[in-house]
């Protein structure tokens, strides 16, 4: 039985229409991977290919939308201010910070995007990761050493394993589709406890 859905023959503000593209390319990607072709999403979309080039020059632009939808457009302008106000114990805002970050993130779409990136060498997800280093850990990091009685005790590579740790709780329930808890706060509060123990910051 076909299960595509009946092609939308409606005309759309262009505005729309590319918004319906990269969600639905999105869903796409998640689901074949980056190796996906621009045929197969238009008969996904219910439209024709010529469609999807008259928004999108070439396949590597589509994925570029498809990068910030998934990505940056879910990074909020709040962290980094939040990470370094200093009238909130680390504690507060490393909390506050995964709290939002791991209901961005742990979701089908994000997870299995970000994986099959990373397995066909895709610069999306070094850019991601660049960005996260600059934008939230770097500063995270300074704030960190300025609590800790030994500051050179804590390197960044000490907050990459603290976020992969925390971040493979999504990876086990999206990619490996394993039991996971349905509320994952509890896991990331003592992840987050025993990394402040460990370098002895309050």
């Known amino acids: ?6 092609p ?3 005309r759309l503000p262009p505005d729309e229409r590319r918004r319906q593209i990269v969600e639905g390319a999105v869903a796409f990607f998640a689901d074949v991977g980056l190796e996906g072709n621009t045929r197969d999403l238009a008969k996904r979309l219910g439209v024709t290919q010529s469609l999807l080039f008259n928004y999108f020059a070439a396949k590597s632009d589509l994925l570029e939308a498809v990068y910030e939808h998934v990505y940056l457009n879910r990074l909020s302008d709040d962290w980094p201010t ?12 490393v909390l506050h ?25 895709a610069e999306l997800n070094r850019r991601y990761l660049d960005h996260l280093g ?7 990091l300074a704030e960190m050493q300025a609590a800790a009685p030994d500051p ?15 971040v493979y709780i ?5 990619i490996y589709q394993v039991p996971c808890p349905d509320n994952p706060t509890k896991a990331i509060t003592r992840a987050v406890d025993r990394f402040l123990a460990a370098f002895d910051i309050t």
């Open 82 to 93: 939040l990470l370094t106000d200093q009238n909130r114990s680390i504690r507060d805002r």
């Open 134 to 140: 600059r934008v939230i850990f770097g500063p995270l």
């Open 97 to 121: 910070f995964y709290d939002d970050y791991s209901k961005l993130i742990f979701q089908y779409e994000w997870m299995r995007i970000f994986m099959f990136s990373g397995l066909a060498g």
């Open 8 to 10: 939308d023959r409606r």
């Open 152 to 166: 050179q005790c804590i390197e960044i590579e000490d907050l990459w394993n603290l976020h992969g740790g925390i």
């Open 170 to 174: 999504g990876i086990r329930q999206h």
């Open 1 to 6: 039985m076909d299960t595509q859905p009946a």
